[in-house]
């Protein structure tokens, strides 16, 4: 399940997964376990809140936090 940081307009980034990357014709897009990006809640969201969706047309863009998979690819850079 790929972690995102996504960067909200006008609004502290958001971490969370999702169940796959989006789409390049997705209007939303699901995050599941919603947080800042120091693990903390948001201040904004109810307490028990676990999954929240998000127009895609307030996303700026988003950042991909590397999991185990991708941390184990090995590639080779030309120096």
């Known amino acids: 399940m790929p972690t995102l940081l996504i960067h909200l ?3 502290d ?11 390049t014709v997705d209007m939303l897009i699901y ?17 028990n809140v ?3 969706i998000f127009p ?6 988003m950042e991909v936090i590397p999991g185990v998979e991708e941390e184990e690819i090995v590639s080779f850079v030309r120096e």
Do not use: C, W
């Not at 995050?31 to 307490?47: A, C, F, I, M, S």
């Not at 895609?56 to 863009?61: A, D, E, F, K, N």
């Open 31 to 47: 995050v599941k376990n919603p947080r800042r990006r120091d693990g903390k809640d948001l201040p904004y969201l109810e307490q």
């Open 50 to 52: 676990t999954q929240v």
């Open 13 to 23: 980034p958001v971490m969370g997964e999702v169940e796959e990357m989006p789409s």
């Open 56 to 61: 895609m047309s307030r996303i700026s863009y």
């Open 9 to 11: 307009m006008n609004e």
